[in-house]
Every structure is written in structure tokens, then in C-alpha cells.
């Protein structure tokens, strides 16, 4: 069991509706063939009342767990089937999917093509409620709570394509024994009970009110920014908005002229800038290292983490051998918010908005996962079509004014070694590929790097993580950063998932933000060292 679900709350037993009101929601047994259908275009001025639900296939236990979102009251539960899920020739084929495929985020179980081994998105609520790619209501969660599943992958097949716009996967299915987290409405969570319970999943609740949890999050950072303002200081122990953080990056490059310079690399499609902080010690046509955060605008930890980061570079360079040895022979850049536009809209309207905010022609929906739009196996298996899904690959590879500034930066630099992205949430360290599901030629030096990376990490809190090739640790997933990276010719490219594995998710709160970050550095440092002594 992971850490974190062990201490979820039991859920109760659900009302048990009639037969015929249980069929308009979900198909019983023997049922399922009548059930596949296309969602809805999005009705203006709906509200979202969702539960979050984790599964995980073919995983024997029962785990409760609550996961928040923006503005959402909910529950999170946890449920499974106790049977290993495997897709049949027929379900295993996009061909034979329905017309509901395509719909879904980035597990894609309903949403693109390629391969059934991987996980899946689906939200709680009428199809216009923000909690995912559509409205932009105030209030886009309403009353909803979090659940953890092991369900048999064809039936979370069914319920996701029907459940497309009323359901959020936190965490998409992938492979058995993987987890598996939902944000289900409270309005139909007693459905939603009832057909798990109909194929014997077990859950839990993990988080009850998602809603109060960000109500929590956001006294906690006002409160945080009122001492920061009465005392002219700088809290790297909680989360601040995008321009706080563009402050905290001026302040650090101020207090270490010599080493730190802030650039702007682009601007984004809302037409904020796009700002790396670059650390060198001079010289011209140097190696270097990269690192993002944040390109998924809800994974707050990351933006959190990359800022304490950039910090603890600069005050350790000349007290730390490591790091001045490092910054003597390489320059490093870091961009802290990699999706600024998403960032922003998780703080004034959609806590759990991950896209970017482009706007999609002849669409309704906002957005593409900029994680989707590098040039490495664009459109493949692990991205949606759909530019409503959570997981849209965008019109074309590098659409994304975003994700086009980066790969413009790396080609014109021509130097860059190492290319390091941060995510959360899941804990774990993954190196190419995710678009295609071999071997890199230098699989055992990255996998050996990312397993000393992993272990230093865990040395300091006792934090796990788990280490390989994204399509074998989480799931198929094309067009994804890293493997841009790879394919380019940066060997060292690697991709961090931080805490948690879903008691909290997104919504970690504050007070973990300084262990993760000071755990993430060591492993961070790792790789850094490794870079260094290994040119190419």
C-alpha cells in the first residue's frame, strides 16, 4: 500500500438506487455494450459538485483518499477490482473503441490512440464546470470528493467515456498495482458507488472536502503574503502568485550579481514574459544544464520547489565544492514557470487547471497540454485529439508559443547537456522514452543515474521513488519534453514526479514545501554531478 493511504477514512456504504436510475448513470454487468457515447458540448453557467476517486488495476486492498482541486467541496475515495485488468485484442485497438474515444486526459483511456496501458483522466461534474478544460466558474468544483480505485480497465474504459466531462482522474490508470485517483461530484458519487460496488471495487475516501482544502490553501498563502509584506521578506515555505515569484527571481539576482542573471526567453499566449534564471560563472560556449517547473499550471509544488532551488544554488556556489566545482566548468538555466497563463488561472479561477490558455480555432475549449506538444512522436499514443481533453497534443508540434520558446532557447544555445523537467505529483524519476516503449542506446547509464539520483534523494526524509523508462513506470505518453530532449541529442534527460503518491496531490500543502525541495535537490545534485564528470 502507498504511503499516505493507509491513513484514509473508510467510506460508507452508498444508497443503492433503483435498477433503471442506476442505468442512467452507469451499466451494470452484463450491460456494458450499450453504453458507449459521446459527451456533450459544454452548457454555460454549470456548477461543479465532484468526490475524487483513486484506482488502481488489478491491486488487492482497499485505500481511502482525499484530493483537492480549486473551489471544489469533496471527497476523495479509494476502490478497487481484485482482478489483474487486461485489455482484449478488440479494446487494445483504437479502431474498436467507440465513438467516445478521444475524450479523455492524459491517461487517454477515452481520449487519442496507442497503447490501453496507461492512465486515466475523468471529471466530476456537468460538462461546462472548470474543473477541467471548459468553463471558468468561480466556483468550478462545487461540492465534490476524491476516491482510489483497482478497478478491471474495460469497465473504467465505460465509465470514463460516459463520465468524460463529469469526472477528474488525478492520477490515470497505467498498468496493475498503479493507483488510480478521481474527483467525483457529490451529486453522483452514490452512483458512482454503486458501480464499483457492482464489480466488487472496494474504496476509500481520501480526501472528503476538496473544496475546504482550497479554501485552506488560499487563507494559508494570504496570510503568508501579509508577513512577507510587514517584514519585506521572501517565504520559500509557501506558495506565492506568479508575479511574487517573478520578484523573488529579481531579488535573487540582485543578491548575487556575479553568478545569477534573469533573461526573458519568449512570452507566453496571454503575452506574459517567459523568464529563466541563468547561473554562470562567464565564458563563452560552455556546457550547460537545463531545468523547468511547472509546465502542468497545477503542480504547485514544482514552481515552489525550482524557486527554492534557484535560491540554494546561488548561496552555496563558493560554500559547497560540489556546486562550484559544477558552475565553474557549466552554466545552468532555470526556468521556474514554465506555463505562466496556467499558473495564473490556477490562482484566480480553476485551482486544478493543468493546459495551457491558448485558444483552440472552432473550438469552446481553452488550452493544450503543453507536456503533449513537444516534436517527439506528436499525436501518438498518451494524446488526446480532443482539445477538450486534459491530455490535447494541440494543432501541431510545438504550437505552443510555451513549449516553442524553450526548443528555440535549447537549438540556439547548441550546448545544453542535461535536460531535467519537474512534475508532481507520484514520486518518481523517470528517464525516455514515453512516446514508444524501448529502450533508449543509453538506458543503463540513465537508469543507473536516475537510481543514485533516486537513493540520494530518499536519504534525507526516507522518501521512496520509483525509477525507469516513463512508458514502463507510468504510461505511453507522446510528445512529451524529455524525450524531445533525448531525441535532440541532451543523453541526460530526465523527468521528476514530486510528492506525493495522492494523499494530497496537487494540493500538497505548504508546510512540505522545504522537504521537498531540500529532498529534490540532493537527487537534482546527483545528476548534476554526474553530467559534469561525464562530458559527451
Excluded at 239 to 268: C, F, R
Excluded at 323 to 351: C, E, I, K, Q, W
Excluded at 443 to 457: R, W
Amino acid at each position: 500500500m502507498q504511503e499516505g493511504l493507509q491513513s484514509g477514512k473508510r467510506c460508507s456504504a452508498p444508497l443503492i438506487p433503483s435498477k433503471a436510475s442506476l442505468r442512467s448513470f452507469f451499466p451494470l454487468p452484463g450491460q456494458m455494450e450499450d453504453w458507449q457515447q459521446s459527451p456533450d458540448a459544454a452548457h454555460p453557467g454549470a456548477k461543479t459538485s465532484t468526490t475524487s476517486l483513486g484506482l488502481s488495476l488489478g491491486h488487492l486492498g482497499h485505500v481511502c483518499r482525499w484530493d483537492a482541486s480549486a473551489h471544489i467541496s469533496t471527497s476523495v475515495l479509494g476502490f478497487h477490482f481484485p482482478v489483474s485488468g487486461q485489455l482484449s485484442k478488440d479494446e487494445a485497438d483504437p479502431a474498436s473503441r467507440g465513438p467516445c474515444w478521444g475524450y479523455l486526459g492524459p491517461g487517454n483511456i477515452c481520449g487519442g490512440s496507442g497503447s490501453p496501458s496507461r492512465t486515466l483522466q475523468y471529471r466530476a461534474g456537468p460538462p461546462t464546470a472548470a474543473v477541467g478544460s471548459h468553463g471558468t466558474s468561480p466556483d468550478p468544483f462545487g461540492q465534490s470528493c476524491t476516491l482510489h480505485l483497482l478497478p478491471l480497465f474495460q469497465h473504467v474504459l465505460h465509465l470514463s467515456c460516459f463520465w468524460v466531462h463529469q469526472l477528474t482522474f488525478w492520477r490515470f490508470p497505467s498498468y496493475p498495482d498503479h493507483p488510480v485517483d478521481i474527483q467525483v461530484p457529490f451529486v453522483h458519487l452514490q452512483d458512482i458507488k454503486v458501480f464499483l460496488e457492482s464489480y466488487q471495487m472496494k474504496y476509500f475516501v481520501l480526501i472528503e472536502d476538496v473544496q475546504a482544502m482550497v479554501d485552506e490553501e488560499a487563507r494559508e498563502m494570504e496570510l503568508s503574503h501579509q508577513r512577507d509584506r510587514s517584514s519585506n521578506s521572501f517565504n520559500y515555505a509557501a506558495y506565492h502568485p506568479l508575479e511574487s515569484i517573478y520578484k523573488a527571481m529579481d531579488e535573487i539576482a540582485a543578491e548575487y550579481p556575479q553568478l545569477v542573471s534573469k533573461h526573458q526567453i519568449g512570452e507566453t499566449y496571454e503575452k506574459r514574459p517567459l523568464y529563466i534564471l541563468k547561473f554562470s560563472t562567464g565564458g563563452l560556449d560552455r556546457p550547460a544544464i537545463w531545468i523547468d517547473a511547472g509546465i502542468h499550471a497545477r503542480e504547485w509544488v514544482t514552481q515552489a520547489t525550482a524557486l527554492w532551488t534557484a535560491k540554494k544554488i546561488a548561496s552555496d556556489y563558493g560554500n559547497d565544492p560540489s556546486v562550484t566545482s559544477l558552475l565553474n566548468t557549466m552554466d545552468l538555466f532555470l526556468l521556474v514557470v514554465a506555463n505562466p497563463d496556467g499558473y495564473v488561472f490556477t490562482h484566480t479561477n480553476n485551482r486544478m487547471w493543468r493546459k495551457t490558455r491558448s485558444r483552440v480555432p472552432g473550438s469552446i475549449c481553452v488550452g493544450v497540454d503543453p507536456n503533449r506538444n513537444w516534436d517527439a512522436g506528436f499525436g501518438g499514443p498518451g494524446a488526446s485529439n480532443n482539445p477538450c481533453s486534459d491530455s490535447y497534443h494541440g494543432p501541431s508540434a510545438n504550437s505552443e508559443v510555451e513549449v516553442r520558446s524553450v526548443v528555440d532557447f535549447i537549438k540556439s544555445h547548441g550546448n545544453v547537456k542535461a535536460f531535467i523537467s519537474i512534475h508532481s505529483y507520484s514520486q518518481l524519476l523517470m528517464y525516455p522514452f514515453g512516446y514508444k516503449c524501448s529502450n533508449t542506446k543509453d538506458y543503463k547509464e540513465l537508469d543507473d543515474v536516475g537510481k543514485a539520483a533516486a537513493s540520494a534523494l530518499t536519504s534525507l526524509y526516507g522518501t521512496s521513488y520509483k525509477v525507469g523508462p516513463i512508458c514502463s513506470v507510468i504510461y505511453q505518453a507522446s510528445g512529451g519534453s524529455i524525450d524531445w530532449s533525448y531525441d535532440y541529442g541532451i543523453k541526460y534527460s530526465f523527468a521528476f514526479e514530486l510528492r506525493d503518491t495522492g494523499r494530497y496531490g496537487f494540493l500538497l500543502p505548504a508546510n512540505q514545501i522545504i522537504p521537498t525541495a531540500q529532498e529534490t535537490w540532493l537527487g537534482l545534485k546527483t545528476i548534476l554531478e554526474h553530467v559534469r564528470d561525464h562530458p559527451y
